[in-house]
């Protein structure tokens, strides 16, 4: 009998705090499950941030590729095998 989650890949995401982004890559913040695009050029050192949000609580994401231009339709497969919830 074969094993059925054999070929099975499942991608683990990263969550953390919005202001801890330290790496371009294609997040979702999981309080709205919209997707946030971070691209390299927002993270050079000396540039005035691309994106900020103004929130008085934490905004808490969850990078699912680090690839910035990533295919919508591969980012919400990761989401929902991770079960978070997409609004993209």
């Known amino acids: 009998m074969s094993d059925p989650t054999q070929g099975e890949t499942r991608k683990t995401v990263k969550v953390l705090n919005f202001n801890e982004i330290n790496e371009p890559g294609s997040y979702v913040m999981l309080s709205t499950g ?3 695009r971070v691209p390299a050029e927002a993270l050079a050192t000396g540039r005035s941030p691309l994106i900020t949000i103004h929130s008085r609580g934490v905004t ?9 231009a990533e295919l919508v339709t591969t ?3 990761i989401a929902a095998d991770n079960d978070i919830h997409s609004n993209f």
Do not use: E
């Open 75 to 77: 980012l919400r497969h």
């Open 34 to 36: 919209d997707l946030v």
């Open 60 to 68: 808490r994401v969850a990078q699912l590729s680090t690839n910035d």
